[in-house]
């Protein structure tokens, strides 16, 4: 019993160095998109599942595209953001916005008319500004 009581307390030691999650040797940050545009369906029907293209802007070959964060505001309403990773451990990154598309899946559940707000980034006074679309929703 006293020697699977030390394993035990080795294996959790172990675990416990091992899985920390504040490195500080991290290469990256992560940081949010400007979206530009959005190609959505003029309406939705219920039930029914889109894909939803997206452009937004790199702004430096230190940028990488990581995926979107789909928010749920309330019912319908949606925040959109798109999501980068910046490398911070390469020192000559060519200063240059490139537009990229990219897209993710929707379904729709339920038949109130859905917003979506695509975030576009910050304004003068540090604010989030969205660029908002409003998609009806057909009830067969």
Do not use: W
């Amino acid at each position: 019993m006293k020697q699977k009581l030390i394993l035990l307390a080795v294996f959790i030691a172990f675990i416990s160095n091992g899985c920390s999650i504040e490195d500080d040797s991290a290469n990256f940050h992560f940081t949010s998109l400007e979206i530009v545009g959005a190609e959505l369906p003029e309406s939705f029907d219920y039930n029914q599942t889109y894909e939803i293209s997206v452009n937004f802007i790199k702004p430096n070959s230190c940028t990488n595209y990581e995926g979107f964060d789909v928010v749920k505001d309330s019912l319908t309403v949606r925040n959109v953001v798109a999501i980068g990773t910046v490398r911070t451990d390469i020192d000559d990154c060519t200063e240059e916005s490139i537009e990229q598309t990219a897209s993710f899946i929707f379904k729709v559940i339920y038949t109130d008319p859905y917003t979506f707000k695509f975030y576009t980034g910050d304004n003068n006074e540090g604010e989030a500004e969205y660029l908002e679309v409003v998609v009806p929703v057909n009830k067969r």
